[in-house]
T-cell receptor, first 109, second 113 residues
Framework: AQRVTQPEKLLSVFKGAPVELKCNYS??????LFWYVQYSRQRLQLLLR??SRESIKGFTADLNKGETSFHLKKPFAQEEDSAMYYC???????????FGKGTRLSVIA | ETGVTQSPTHLIKTRGQQVTLRCSSQ?????VSWYQQALGQGPQFIFQ???????GRGNFPPRFSGLQFPNYSSELNVNALELDDSALYLC????????????FGQGTRLTVV
């Protein structure tokens, strides 16, 4: 069975500080990994996916198959980054997205 | 292009009652998934519909059922409501099976008293 673990419920950083939101997964195959974000009073939306290898809003995430991790990083946090972040795994086929419990990022001015 | 819309946004029901939640998928999307999100938890998969057929189900009892219509909109029905059913119910649509990218609605907040 697939599982996604986000060890931190809350992460507080100062504006301009680096951010790393941790995500570990368990799955025997080759999954697709995603980060979803939910800003205050907005719907859950896709932030980025590992296969795109892109940077969105300054965030990047690298899939480390050896460590089964997909940590989300940003070198300089901004106040508008404050939100709830969910790591999600997709195992392909007819399987659903499996979400972690989420990490609330709070960026302090 | 219209996004995923859900109705109603909030709902209060009494234990033992039945509820129907509705979802209109994003234009061009034929796959709809439903998730339950309890307070402080990530979304938990309930089931998925593809072209009007259920093709995946999470660990939820049979009193959670659904439908998908020819226009790909969907309903989630919950019978014999329990207090623990109180949660945010999310609908997500995607363009076909086997796609990890999902587009979410704003959710329906169900409170069972």
């Amino acid at each position: 069975a697939q599982r996604v673990t986000q060890p931190e419920k809350l992460l507080s950083v100062f504006k301009g500080a680096p951010v790393e939101l941790k995500c570990n997964y368990s799955y025997s195959g080759s999954p697709e990994l995603f980060w979803y974000v939910q800003y205050s009073r907005q719907r859950l939306q896709l932030l980025l996916r590992h296969i795109s290898r892109e940077s969105i809003k300054g965030f990047t995430a690298d899939l480390n198959k050896g460590e089964t991790s997909f940590h989300l990083k940003k070198p300089f946090a901004q106040e508008e980054d404050s939100a709830m972040y969910y790591c999600a795994l997709f195992a392909k086929g007819n399987t659903p997205l499996v979400f972690g419990k989420g990490t609330r990022l709070s960026v302090i001015a | 292009e219209t996004g995923v819309t859900q109705s109603p946004t909030h709902l209060i029901k009494t234990r033992g009652q039945q509820v129907t939640l509705r979802c209109s998928s994003q234009s061009g999307h034929n796959t709809v998934s439903w998730y339950q999100q309890a307070l402080g938890q990530g979304p938990q998969f309930i089931f998925q519909y593809y072209r009007e057929e259920e093709n995946g189900r999470g660990n939820f009892p049979p009193r959670f059922s659904g439908l998908q219509f020819p226009n790909y909109s969907s309903e989630l029905n919950v019978n014999a409501l329990e207090l623990d059913d109180s949660a945010l119910y999310l609908c997500a649509s995607s363009a076909g099976q086997g796609r990890g990218e999902a587009f979410f609605g704003q959710g329906t907040r169900l409170t069972v008293v």
